[in-house]
């Protein structure tokens, strides 16, 4: 079992940057498929971004361009680089895990605000 923490979410500017951490426990991290959902007040939640072990990467057309995920298997942590960012992109950005899924992860964080201001 992975368990995960997240952090780095904050207020900021639209067109500003900001870059998501999430910390995993467990010494079975590279084997995961790690991602990013975040969710909206009244909206359900939603995928951002995947990266499986091998660093093969995806991307919810949304935030294509804008967002990178990447992670550093040594410091069990992945991130998520935010640019350009929108007021839409306001939500609870979820850290998750799973060995397989990329859309259906069952080890999900406890979740970091991103508050993005006109």
Do not use: H
């Amino acid at each position: 079992q992975v368990q995960l923490v997240e952090s780095g979410g904050r207020l900021v500017q639209a067109g500003g940057s900001l870059r998501l951490s999430c910390a995993a426990s467990g010494r079975t991290f590279s084997r995961f498929v790690m991602g990013w959902f975040r969710q909206a007040p009244g909206k359900e939640r939603e995928f951002v971004a995947g990266i499986s072990w091998s660093g093969s990467t995806n991307y919810a057309d949304s935030v294509k361009v804008r967002f990178t995920i990447y992670r550093d298997n040594a410091k069990n942590t992945v991130y998520l680089k935010m640019n350009s960012l929108k007021p839409e992109d306001t939500a609870v950005y979820y850290c998750a895990a799973d060995i397989s899924s990329w859309y259906r992860p069952n080890t999900w964080g406890q979740g970091t605000q991103v508050t993005v201001s006109s």
